[in-house]
């Protein structure tokens, strides 16, 4: 009962962190039309440091929280041992996790940029780098239920 618990509680934490992870990047390509100092630039600001502070930080940890007490209970009570960490299925999932930490990080520094009235990039870019992580999702998701490569 444990592991499902902590299988369902790390999906919801996934779920919102990726929701928070794709919208950020939706509202930077509105906000790279805005001129700076406008109320809209003020508005996007204020809905860009909610989302990022409230719900995608929160939830990301979560997220690795409870994906660390998946590993922790199929190594030890599950899979006996922790050889199951260098099957292909699991590199490819963790390679994932590092590619969206790495990405939470960035879309955080374009964050403090559009605070700071100092973007660089276009709306073209954002709409462009968007789907990124659904893509490493849709990846990470094939690799953990197919198991492939044993």
Do not use: C
């Amino acid at each position: 009962m444990t592991y499902d618990l902590m299988r369902g509680l790390h999906i919801i934490s996934v779920i919102a962190w990726m929701a928070g992870i794709m919208y950020l990047p939706r509202l930077f390509a509105y906000h790279a039309d805005v001129v700076p100092g406008s109320d809209m630039d003020l508005t996007f600001q204020t809905m860009e440091l909610k989302l990022y502070r409230i719900i995608m930080g929160p939830a990301m940890i979560l997220a690795l929280i409870f994906g660390l007490a998946l590993i922790w209970i199929d190594a030890t009570q599950i899979r006996g041992g922790w050889g199951f960490l260098a099957k292909p299925w699991m590199v490819t999932k963790l390679a994932g996790v590092v590619f969206l930490i790495g990405w939470h990080h960035v879309l955080g520094a374009a964050r403090k940029r559009f605070a700071a009235g100092k973007n660089t990039r276009s709306s073209k870019f954002w709409r462009a780098t968007n789907e990124l992580p659904f893509i490493a999702a849709i990846i990470m998701v094939l690799a953990v239920t197919t198991e492939f490569g044993g």
